[in-house]
C-alpha cells in the first residue's frame, strides 16, 4: 500500500495475503483511533461460501427479488425437510 492510499481487497485471502507481507508501523502515520462497539452474543451463525455459490446465489435472489440472506434460508430449511 503506498503512502496515503486507501487499499481495497477483494477476498479475505488477499487481505490476509497483504497483511502477513507489511509491516502496519509503516503506515502508522496514516492509522486513526476508532471506537466500536459489538456484542458476540447477537452475532448470527456465519458460514463463509465459496465465492462462484455466493455469486450464483445472489443472481438468483435478485430474480427473486428477495435478499439473499432470505433465499439461502428457504434453500437450506427446504433442504433438511428433505433430509428428514
Request: hydrophobic share 40%; no cysteine; glycine share 0%.
Amino acid at each position: 500500500m503506498e503512502k496515503n492510499k486507501r487499499k481495497h481487497f477483494n477476498t479475505y485471502e488477499e487481505a490476509a495475503e497483504w497483511f502477513n507481507n507489511h509491516d502496519m508501523a509503516d503506515f502508522e502515520d496514516q492509522l486513526k483511533p476508532v471506537d466500536f462497539k459489538f456484542d458476540l452474543r447477537k452475532n448470527r451463525d456465519w458460514v463463509e461460501l465459496e465465492r462462484e455459490i455466493a455469486v450464483h446465489l445472489r443472481k438468483i435472489a435478485i430474480e427473486k427479488k428477495i435478499p439473499t440472506r432470505i433465499l439461502v434460508n428457504q434453500m437450506l430449511k427446504e433442504r433438511l425437510r428433505e433430509l428428514r
